[in-house]
């Protein structure tokens, strides 16, 4: 049985972990940037809204094909960067299945395997269903996670090689790419896969980052 000491030490130490996280979150949020959705970009199946913030997945075909266009269900923003610091949140609320972080403006976009870190996309890809989530890495390493988040942050230093990612409601820390090669300009891209018949048809949201 743990003694009274232990169990405040534990205590301690677990309010310690979270005042550091928030601390940690507050950081890289001074460095968010607002970003749009860029319809250019996007699989002929994804659904971009007006305001160019959320996008979905539909059965139906709602672009036409056009050089840059993803042939998966990807859409990059229209803000790329090619230096310094930058932070951005997406809901992902309401989702089973979803990939989202940064890549390199030449990623090849007809190649459907070609989401991980070796082919120039630095992300996530959570699968809600059987509580997987994993880095989209070569080969891809699973990420332990104490809940799905409904908000992801993702943290990019160019200079340093680095992107994190958070859950931005909790402030936890969820999974860092270090020592990154980018020598390209980096999109952020979001990816709400198939909506599986209505399951996964909630939108991805570029949300408004509170500082």
Not at 33 to 41: E, R
Not at 120 to 136: A, T
Not at 172 to 195: A, W
Request: aromatic letters at 12%.
């Amino acid at each position: 049985m743990m003694s009274n000491k232990e169990d405040l030490s534990l205590r301690k130490s677990s309010l310690q972990q979270t005042q550091d996280s928030n601390l940690e979150l507050s950081r890289v949020r001074q460095f968010a940037v607002a970003l749009t959705l860029d319809p250019d970009t996007a699989h002929v199946n994804l659904c971009v809204s007006k305001d160019l913030k959320q996008v979905h997945h539909t059965d139906q075909r709602n672009f036409t094909d056009g050089p840059g266009r993803f042939s998966y269900y990807n859409v990059f923003t229209k803000q790329g960067f090619s230096s310094g610091k930058f932070y951005f949140e997406v809901q992902v609320r309401d989702k089973t299945v979803w990939v989202l972080g940064v890549a390199k403006e030449s990623v090849d976009r007809n190649n459907r395997k070609s989401l991980c870190s070796e082919n120039g996309f630095w992300c996530l890809d959570m699968k809600i269903k059987n509580g997987s989530c994993f880095v989209c890495a070569e080969p891809c390493a699973p990420v332990s996670l104490k809940c799905p988040p409904q908000k992801v942050g993702v943290f990019v230093d160019y200079d340093e090689g680095l992107v994190s990612f958070y859950d931005a409601d909790s402030a936890d820390f969820i999974y860092s790419f270090t020592g990154c090669s980018f020598n390209d300009k980096l999109f952020p891209f979001l990816n709400p896969c198939v909506n599986c018949h209505g399951e996964n048809s909630a939108p991805l949201v570029l949300t408004a980052v509170e500082k």
